[in-house]
T-cell receptor, first 112, second 113 residues
């Protein structure tokens, strides 16, 4: 059974701070990882994709991957109230099917 | 990126009836997926819809309950059959365009009374 663990939160940070969202996964064969943002009542929106160990930066977002520890994180710098949403971690199952397995997500609240 | 539309956006149905949800993509895609997201929960994959062949269902989901059609590379339907209140959920269509692209439709919010 492939499992993806995320702290459900809510994680509350002040505006302008760095928000750190963490995810662990059980499938050691996972090759790549999606991070999705989901606003309340909306469908998930892909914001980051990472497949190599280390950091990947895109604007205010940085994804960090450590395959040995089976750990992936998402950092949001200069957090804004508009970043308030649920963030879903989704490793891609091994085997080449490109089907993600979703965690429950972490609720982030950025307060002014 | 792919633009995905779903119909209906929401519906309220009576127990024992069936609802067919449509998913339309603005480009040809090989793989289409149907997910369910129950209140406060994450996304659960129901099945992968393959054009020209039977859908592949995940554990816990069966074709009699969730029949799927995939008549071409831009369209798919999911039917929720013989509904019960436990089927109340958001149903999402998704398309994959490779290892680094996975997009979701806006979802169908289903309430079963």
């Amino acid at each position: 059974q492939k499992e993806v663990e995320q702290n459900s939160g809510p994680l509350s940070v002040p505006e302008g701070a760095i928000a750190s969202l963490n995810c662990t996964y059980s499938d050691r064969g996972s090759q790549s990882f999606f991070w999705y943002r989901q606003y309340s009542g909306k469908s998930p929106e892909l914001i980051m994709f990472i497949y190599s160990n280390g950091d990947k930066e895109d604007g205010r977002f940085t994804a960090q991957l450590n395959k040995a520890s089976q750990y992936v994180s998402l950092l949001i710098r200069d957090s804004q109230p508009s970043d308030s949403a649920t963030y879903l971690c989704a490793p891609i199952a091994s085997g080449g099917s490109y089907i993600p397995t979703f965690g429950r997500g972490t609720s982030l609240i950025v307060h002014p | 990126s792919a633009v995905i539309s779903q119909k209906p956006s929401r519906d309220i149905c009576q127990r024992g009836t069936s609802l067919t949800i449509q998913c339309q993509v603005d480009s040809q895609v090989t793989m289409m997926f149907w997910y369910r997201q129950q209140p406060g929960q994450s996304l659960t994959l129901i099945a992968t819809a393959n054009q020209g062949s039977e859908a592949t269902y995940e554990s816990g989901f069966v074709i009699d309950k969730f029949p799927i059609s995939r008549p071409n590379l831009t369209f798919s339907t999911l039917t929720v059959s013989n509904m019960s209140p436990e089927d109340s959920s958001i149903y999402l269509c998704s398309v994959g365009a490779g290892a680094d692209e996975q997009f979701f439709g806006p979802g169908t919010r289903l309430t079963v009374l």
